[in-house]
């Protein structure tokens, strides 16, 4: 429900205490875990400069299972010292969005992640890595197999042994994502893969079916439909998280979610922020809300 990538997009500084409501909000509806901010240079995301004490501030709430995105290992050393146990790594499928993104081509940016994951072990704290723009690239256009590849090689000799894809900027099809991840999980049978859908075009549902056809559990999501990406132009957020719950138990898709509690999430969100990001939930409510009877029952107590 990456409370991570709804913030970080807002150029409106959201108060630290506004943060920490939504994400004790969060923690109360049965989803179980959270990419909590991003330790990234306080000059280069202003708005998650509070990384430190919004994660010091839920250390309570142990519903959630917190991580953080890292940048590099000042970043990494900031999450650990703020009591962060789970590290998510950064790394773009190319080189223009990693020189965007990173300042550094994909094989330098690879190259710094070393030491991060040294500093993770000495502290028994795990790591996950991510690639950015994996299904599509704002300045290359599609992403192949061939180049997630060695990134996914990389990853695997680091010993990292989950990935998340993300379509940064709403580039993937259900097609693509079907095929890339038969011929991913075929090749990399260790690892295990997460997906972070945008729904910038309006297809991350799509998506998220097809992912789930190829047996993949682990979905990003981000309450009210809020975010972007800064780095992206034009992408717009996550998928919502209460339109991703809704989907999936429309499908009878367990996600120990509870629906309503989410949907009071995000209207809570929406109304500290300001406003949301495209959420069918907080637009036209669950399917189950039947129109018709709850009129019908209106005139028969009248
Ligand atoms: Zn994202």
Same mark, same amino acid.
């Given at each position: 429900?990456?409370?991570?990538?709804?913030?970080?997009?807002?150029?409106?500084?959201?108060?630290?205490?506004?943060?920490?409501?939504?994400?004790?909000?969060?923690?109360?509806?049965?989803?179980?875990?959270?990419?909590?901010?991003?330790?990234?240079?306080? %000059?280069?995301? *202003?708005?998650?400069?509070? !990384? /430190?004490?919004?994660?010091?501030? &839920?250390?309570?709430?142990?519903?959630? #299972? $917190?991580?953080?995105?890292?940048?590099?290992?000042?970043?990494?050393?900031?999450?650990?010292?703020?009591?962060?146990?789970?590290?998510?790594?950064?790394?773009?499928?190319?080189?223009?969005?990693?020189?965007?993104?990173?300042?550094?081509?994909?094989?330098?940016?690879?190259? %710094?992640?070393? *030491?991060?994951?040294?500093? !993770? /072990?000495?502290?028994?704290?795990? &790591?996950?890595?991510?690639?950015?723009? #994996? $299904?599509?690239?704002?300045?290359?256009?599609?992403?192949?197999?061939?180049?997630?590849?060695?990134?996914?090689?990389?990853?695997?000799?680091?010993?990292?042994?989950?990935?998340?894809?993300?379509?940064?900027?709403?580039?993937?099809?259900?097609?693509?994502?079907?095929?890339?991840?038969?011929?991913?999980?075929?090749?990399?049978?260790?690892?295990?893969?997460?997906?972070?859908?945008?729904?910038?075009?309006?297809?991350?549902?799509?998506?998220?079916?097809?992912?789930?056809?190829?047996?993949?559990?682990?979905?990003?999501?981000?309450?009210?439909?809020?975010?972007?990406?800064?780095?992206?132009?034009?992408?717009?957020?996550?998928?919502?998280?209460?339109?991703?719950?809704?989907?999936?138990?429309?499908?009878?898709?367990?996600?120990?979610?509870?629906?309503?509690?989410?949907?009071?999430?995000?209207?809570?969100?929406?109304?500290?922020?300001?406003?949301?990001?495209?959420?069918?939930?907080?637009?036209?409510?669950?399917?189950?809300?039947?129109?018709?009877?709850?009129?019908?029952?209106?005139?028969?107590?009248?």
């Amino acid at each position: 429900m990456a409370p991570r990538d709804g913030f970080q997009a807002e150029d409106a500084w959201i108060p630290t205490e506004t943060k920490i409501a939504i994400i004790r909000q969060l923690a109360q509806t049965g989803l179980t875990s959270m990419e909590v901010t991003s330790f990234v240079h306080p %000059k280069a995301i *202003p708005q998650l400069r509070d !990384a /430190e004490e919004v994660v010091r501030a &839920v250390q309570d709430e142990t519903n959630l #299972a $917190f991580r953080a995105l890292v940048p590099n290992v000042k970043g990494a050393e900031r999450a650990i010292s703020s009591g962060i146990t789970k590290l998510k790594l950064m790394l773009s499928a190319t080189d223009s969005h990693s020189l965007s993104n990173a300042n550094a081509t994909v094989k330098e940016a690879q190259d %710094k992640l070393e *030491p991060i994951i040294e500093l !993770a /072990e000495k502290h028994d704290v795990k &790591v996950g890595g991510s690639i950015s723009v #994996a $299904f599509g690239c704002p300045y290359e256009g599609v992403v192949s197999v061939e180049q997630l590849r060695p990134i996914l090689e990389r990853y695997e000799k680091m010993g990292i042994k989950e990935v998340s894809l993300a379509d940064t900027t709403g580039m993937a099809n259900p097609k693509q994502v079907y095929d890339m991840l038969g011929q991913l999980q075929d090749e990399f049978k260790q690892v295990t893969f997460s997906m972070h859908f945008h729904n910038t075009r309006g297809l991350a549902i799509a998506n998220t079916v097809s992912a789930l056809e190829q047996g993949v559990t682990r979905f990003d999501s981000s309450i009210a439909g809020l975010g972007g990406c800064p780095y992206a132009p034009g992408a717009s957020g996550n998928v919502a998280t209460e339109d991703l719950v809704h989907a999936l138990h429309e499908m009878g898709v367990e996600t120990g979610a509870d629906l309503d509690k989410v949907i009071a999430s995000a209207k809570e969100a929406r109304r500290l922020i300001g406003h949301d990001g495209g959420s069918y939930m907080l637009q036209a409510g669950p399917s189950k809300n039947l129109h018709g009877k709850v009129e019908a029952q209106e005139k028969l107590e009248k």
